[in-house]
């Protein structure tokens, strides 16, 4: 496995153009040029004798190594080490990027150099430059050491504040998702500068607990970016995958070759994932948003940090690596995303509150006026109902008053009669005066009757619209008794209505019914014809239910109106006088203080069917 792993590595350096060392070299002899010692690490020396005569000449410069990774450096004069960073055999480590810094008053000036450095791994075998001698103390282990030790302290404070500020304000799956993210990414930090903190442990187990950190920190990162949907859930997957065949390979390795090559597997899909993730904040003009902005800050410093120590690891270019400062603030930026989307989703919660209380107002106002116009509308129903009423009594209180005038000046005549006419003519003219008196008594008689029935029908009607309660009656004869009350305008209209139906015993609010039919008579008389027409009433028992059918077959509705004919203020009908309530109002009453639903089909010059059905409470 070794074997595959190093030649593998050294075939994606070779594609990159990464050499072991520069060649225009001229002040180190090379002794071992990265020769394989007993113990499987990997050696390279070179002496040099001019460096020592330079320092004494400038003993406020340094000599500054290069950083090998994952390697253990000496300085040596006279087989003596004045300086090392971590041991030959890796059995304890100082950190994986620090390189030798040498003050030059240490040297004499006319010593000979011997710079050895073992290398973990043959991937990590090469370096960029010679040591060389710098005016200044190089900040190259500030970048290399320092901030892996603050980022870790950094990341770990993190993973407690997420928690402390987030919990039960986020989602937990995305609150789990940046902790572990921190979590685990600190861990990469504390694996490559281990020694520095007072860790003791070996090369290989540091390069387990970095690497695995490293990618499982990206792994929950990456579902973070899934939560928020930057990354697709097929890529998010895929990733997932890609990191468990890494994360196998490094914990499964013996040598820091095959560690290396687990960790090289996630390197292009991070990458590929990141710049998606980015992409789609801008195309979709998520960034907008102050929270998004926020998210694609820490993106860009993300990736550039990213990029920056890929192209180090690679071998690509000599830099510092800036993990520590790009992730950190990454993860910062994310924090600060996170609770600006809190405080939006309190403030749009807050303003929320404030729409719905406005809006249970408006509803509550809705409400009282329409209590209000059923209100009106009743008395409305009443002052037609007395119109048509003082209108029906004007012909039965006419035959009575003409009945009663007859009956007064045939008795007149009668009497007169008596006094005049010869004693053979008295008992033919009883007989006739006889039957005119009975004839005009029935006349007066059916008269009063109707004008009885009409005031007894108007009496329970006006009762029924006046007082709201429910009681039992029977809707059928309900009906036809408030037909009874329609039937003036009915006639003068020439309209028939046809009732027939089940004998349905109920219990309710009977007045709602009258307004219901008188207000479908109304519209019926007022569009569907000009003169003359039948309706149609049916009643059907359906147990639960009271289906009523109520059909005409006049010029019917156009089908682009039929969607609107329940709207308050809709009418058709110009200037017959109508404001398009009545079916408005019948619509709430049948389906808000009955329960129940009202479907209306029809068709131009065909007719209109209104289907009403509303529970059946038969008792109280």
């Given at each position: 496995m070794n074997e595959i792993a190093i030649t593998i590595l050294l075939f994606l350096s070779s594609i990159l153009g990464v050499e072991s060392y520069p060649t225009n070299n001229q002040q180190w002899e090379i002794v071992n040029d990265w020769k394989k010692n007993s113990e499987g690490y990997f050696l390279f020396s070179a002496t040099?004798?001019?460096?020592?005569?330079?320092?004494?000449?400038?003993?406020?410069?340094?000599?500054?190594?290069?950083?090998?990774?994952?390697?253990?450096?000496?300085?040596k004069i006279n087989d003596k080490i004045i300086?090392?960073?971590?041991?030959?055999?890796?059995?304890?480590?100082?950190?994986?990027?620090?390189?030798?810094?040498?003050?030059?008053?240490?040297?004499?000036?006319?010593?000979?150099?011997?710079?050895?450095?073992?290398?973990?791994?043959?991937?990590?075998?090469?370096?960029?430059?010679?040591?060389?001698?710098?005016?200044h103390y190089p900040?190259?282990?500030?970048?290399?050491?320092?901030?892996?030790?603050?980022?870790?302290?950094?990341?770990?404070?993190?993973?407690?504040?997420?928690?402390?500020?987030?919990?039960?304000?986020?989602?937990?799956?995305?609150?789990?998702?940046?902790?572990?993210?921190?979590?685990?990414?600190?861990?990469?930090?504390?694996?490559?500068?281990?020694?520095?903190?007072?860790?003791?442990?070996?090369m290989l187990t540091a390069h387990k607990i970095a690497d695995s950190g490293l990618w499982l920190g990206f792994l929950f990162f990456i579902n973070f970016l899934y939560l928020e949907n930057l990354?697709?859930?097929?890529?998010?997957?895929?990733?997932?995958?890609?990191?468990?065949?890494a994360l196998i390979i490094i914990f499964t390795s013996s040598t820091g070759d095959e560690i290396q090559l687990g960790t090289t597997i996630p390197f292009i899909p991070s990458l590929i994932l990141l710049s998606l993730a980015m992409k789609n904040l801008i195309n979709k003009d998520l960034y907008k948003s102050r929270a998004r902005k926020f998210q694609l800050i820490g993106l860009i410093s993300f990736l550039i940090s990213y990029l920056n120590d890929s192209s180090l690891v690679l071998g690509i270019l000599d830099v510092?690596?800036?993990a520590p400062i790009g992730w950190i603030g990454n993860y910062i930026f994310i924090l600060l995303s996170v609770n600006e989307s809190i405080s939006s989703t309190?403030?749009?919660?807050?303003?929320?509150?404030?729409?719905?209380?406005?809006?249970?107002?408006?509803?509550?106002?809705?409400?009282?006026t329409q209590d209000e116009l059923i209100k009106s509308e009743k008395m409305a129903v009443m002052g037609r109902a007395v119109a048509r009423i003082a209108h029906e009594l004007n012909t039965p209180i006419y035959l009575v008053r003409s009945s009663v005038q007859n009956i007064q000046t045939q008795t007149q005549k009668f009497l007169k009669s008596l006094n005049t006419q010869n004693p053979e003519n008295l008992f033919s003219n009883t007989k006739q005066y006889e039957s005119d008196l009975n004839k005009m008594t029935k006349s007066l008689m059916a008269s009063a009757s109707k004008a009885a029935e009409l005031v007894k029908n108007f009496k329970e009607i006006s009762t029924d619209q006046i007082n709201v309660k429910k009681k039992d009656f029977q809707l059928l004869d309900y009906i036809r008794k408030s037909l009874v009350t329609m039937e003036a305008e009915l006639s003068r209209k020439k309209i028939e209505v046809r009732l027939k139906g089940d004998e349905v015993l109920m219990h309710n609010d009977p007045g709602l019914f009258y307004q219901?039919?008188?207000?479908?008579?109304?519209?019926?008389?007022k569009y569907a014809y000009d003169t003359g027409g039948v309706v149609d009433i049916e009643i059907k028992d359906l147990n639960d239910k009271v289906k009523i059918t109520f059909a005409d077959y006049g010029k019917g509705i156009?089908?682009?109106?039929?969607?609107?004919?329940?709207?308050?203020?809709?009418?058709?009908?110009?200037?017959?006088?109508?404001?398009?309530?009545?079916?408005?109002?019948?619509?709430?009453?049948?389906?808000?203080?009955?329960?129940?639903?009202?479907?209306?089909?029809?068709?131009?010059?065909?007719?209109?069917?209104?289907?009403?059905?509303?529970?059946?409470i038969k008792t109280s």
């Open positions: 040099n004798s001019s460096i020592a005569e330079e320092c004494k000449n400038n003993p406020s410069f340094y000599i500054e190594f290069p950083s090998i990774i994952h390697s253990s450096s000496q300085l300086a090392s960073t971590g041991l030959p055999d890796f059995t304890h480590i100082r950190g994986f990027y620090g390189s030798l810094i040498v003050p030059c008053f240490q040297l004499q000036g006319n010593e000979v150099l011997t710079w050895e450095v073992v290398s973990y791994t043959k991937y990590f075998a090469r370096f960029h430059y010679f040591p060389r001698i710098v005016e900040a190259a282990n500030f970048f290399k050491e320092s901030l892996n030790i603050a980022g870790a302290s950094i990341l770990l404070a993190l993973c407690v504040l997420y928690r402390v500020l987030f919990i039960k304000k986020i989602s937990r799956e995305k609150l789990i998702s940046l902790f572990f993210a921190n979590f685990f990414t600190s861990l990469y930090f504390i694996g490559n500068s281990a020694g520095l903190m007072g860790i003791s442990i070996s990354v697709l859930y097929w890529m998010n997957f895929a990733y997932k995958i890609s990191t468990l065949i510092v690596p800036i309190y403030a749009e919660r807050d303003q929320l509150k404030i729409l719905t209380n406005q809006l249970k107002q408006t509803n509550e106002n809705l409400t009282r219901v039919i008188q207000n479908l008579i109304t519209n019926v008389q156009s089908e682009e109106n039929i969607p609107k004919i329940f709207d308050a203020f809709f009418t058709t009908g110009g200037g017959s006088g109508g404001v398009g309530l009545g079916l408005n109002i019948v619509y709430k009453i049948i389906t808000q203080t009955l329960e129940g639903e009202i479907i209306c089909s029809s068709a131009v010059k065909s007719g209109t069917i209104f289907t009403i059905t509303i529970p059946n």
